[in-house]
């Protein structure tokens, strides 16, 4: 079984950045994505990355300032926000799952334990 674990949350001023690590005990071939989640409400998806060719998509509100990449030798994936808002802000996740089929953000099944991310004005 694979077991992601988050890092690098934090508190940051709007308009600032961070990045987020997830790591992981073993290759996470299929797709990684991070999900956001806030107090009520549903956790959603904020990016993904395809292990085997390496390509990405986004949720519409990251569009742009948000970035995935992936150190396979690592067995690490990022994420990396720019441009922060407080929109931005809740318990990051992330989640991998075997199948790579793009534009799909459900059927993860590797979860962490998640990291929080704090947007302040």
């Known amino acids: 079984q694979i077991h992601p674990v988050e890092s690098g949350g934090g508190t940051v001023p709007a308009g600032g950045s961070l990045r987020l690590s997830c790591t992981a005990n073993?290759?996470?071939?299929?797709?990684v994505g991070w999900f956001r989640q806030t107090p009520g409400k549903e956790r959603t998806g904020v990016a993904a990355i395809y292990t085997p060719n390496g390509d990405t998509d986004y949720g519409v509100s990251v569009k742009g300032r948000f970035t995935i990449t992936q150190d396979t030798a690592k067995n690490t994936v990022y994420l990396q926000m720019n441009s922060l808002n407080f929109e931005d802000s809740g318990t990051y996740y992330c989640?991998?799952?075997?199948?790579?089929?793009?534009?799909?953000?459900?059927?993860?099944?590797?979860w962490g334990q998640g990291t929080q991310v704090t947007v302040s004005s």
């Open positions: 989640a991998r799952r075997p199948f790579w089929n793009r534009g799909n953000w459900g059927d993860y099944v590797d």
């Open positions: 073993k290759n996470m071939y299929g797709a």
